[in-house]
């Protein structure tokens, strides 16, 4: 396995892991201080903030498989990836807050502590020399 598949894996465990219990944290706030519905919400936001990071993941995996025949379609890849991850945040959150009619306050909390937690993995992985 090529180290930087394995570097990528790595951080993506650590990122479920702390974007699933800083999901689960606001949604318990969010039941002591409120209700239900809106614990449901930061949950979902937090959810939402999830699916963006396993696409990435994905993505980058894809990316780099592509690389190797042409670095130019793997930047392409990239690239892709990143519109595509912009679309499914704002169709998640628009069924959420839309069709759903989740508590948006909650919803926007629950999503900016997970996408919170995924810069934070990031940060303290990355190179000193980047930092």
């Known amino acids: 396995m090529d180290i ?3 570097q ?5 465990r650590k990122v479920v892991v702390l974007q699933l219990i800083i999901a689960a944290l606001s949604a318990a706030i969010f ?5 239900g519905w809106s614990a449901l919400s930061a949950f979902y936001g937090g959810c939402t ?3 963006v990071s396993w696409m990435l993941r994905r993505g ?3 990316a780099n498989e592509i690389a190797r025949d042409d670095p130019r379609r793997g930047m392409t890849a990239l690239y892709v990836g990143a519109v595509q991850r912009f679309v499914l945040v704002l169709a998640l959150l628009g069924l959420g807050l839309g069709l759903l009619e989740m508590a948006p306050l909650a919803t926007v909390i629950g999503f900016g502590g997970a996408q919170l937690a995924y810069a934070v993995v990031m940060r303290n992985s ?3 020399a980047s930092r």
């Open 31 to 35: 039941a002591i201080m409120d209700n």
């Open 60 to 62: 980058v995996l894809k």
């Open 8 to 12: 990528v894996q790595a951080k993506a």
């Open 4 to 6: 930087a598949i394995h």
């Open 49 to 51: 903030s999830l699916a």
């Open 126 to 128: 990355a190179h000193p």
